[in-house]
């Protein structure tokens, strides 16, 4: 219970479903591990959700327990956030938390406490066909958030409830309301909880003080068909994602995007929208939430948490004497803007998910290895 409406509405519904509920809160990080105050954090994790999610709970006459996760989500949350930047990619700390954190160590204090089920507050929905339980979308497509949930153990799915699943948001705040529950206009927040202002940068320099010292400007270059030119300098390569388009300077006669970051030689390539387009890249950590295919497969892949999912082949390349696990080789059918590596590749059969894993390399059309760099 994070101290927002949902998690309470779902834990209200469980309750007056007959279910014996406990209600959980994870404490997640403190001034040591974000460098800022607790008490000034928006979102879970604060003081003040801490102590909306007790008051739920006394509501609803039902036990509350705060626990200690804050060793865990540094090492499998932050740091891999920190990580990520340093090297070039684009981080997806929600995902991670998802599946190291609430169906990892999470679930399992649940079950010292004698809980059969994990339930949260997402929208997204368990159905059980046959003798298999399937992860599906959520009934409303504008609250959905199944893509960020596809780490989920296999295994873990039939221990697994979303009350929300059926219902809109609206519905849920009317519940709250209802019920008088002291959350029920809690706003919803969309920062990332351990940066609730939205400064990466300088949440990344307070972390990695060394690397940022030593970091210098580097260049920054304009894609031009199969060259590269350099245009001007940027700030330092761990401040740049895929498909940015502020803080590239002016003079352009039309918007400028980031293309790829490479972080060996510190440059950024920039070029216009038309360019963000790709077709290929391959895909580690993968989790399969069906039996793991035999051979290639079809599906629809989503590569941002609010864009659509696009028709595509998914492959599996053994892994060779690299050292790196297999990996999966997606190829849509058309192009899709701005992939990202680091963000989540998600597959889904209609509404079901079948799966998922991390975008580690964009098979560019123009491979940076195959342009020339030129001055101007």
Known sequence: MSGGVDSSVAAALLARDGYEVVGLTMKLFDRTTTGSPVESQRGCCSIDALNRAAAVCRSLNIPHYSIDLIVE?????????????IEGRTPNPCVRCNAYLKWGSLFEKAKLLGCDFLATGHYARVVESGHEFQLRRASDPDKDQAYALWGIPLGKLSNTLFPLGSLKKTEVRKIASELGLKTAQTRESQEICFVPDGHYSEFLERHRPEFFESLNTGELLEQETNQLKKVGRHSGYPFYTVGQRKGLGGGFSEPR?????????????????????ERRFLVDQVNWLIPVPGGSIRAEVQVRYRSRAFPASISRIKAGDDGLEDRLLVE????????????????????????????????HRNSRKEARVVEV
Not at 73 to 83: E, G, P, R, S
């Open 257 to 277: 995007y980031v293309l790829r970051v490479h972080p060996e030689s510190n440059q950024v390539v920039i070029g216009r929208k038309e360019e963000l387009l």
């Open 332 to 363: 849509f059918d058309q192009p899709v803007e701005a992939i990202a590596p680091g963000q989540s590749a998600v597959f889904f059969q209609g509404d079901r998910l079948i799966g998922g894993g991390r975008i580690c390399e964009v098979l």
């Open 73 to 85: 989500f540094n090492q499998y949350v932050i740091q891999d956030f920190i990580n990520d930047y």
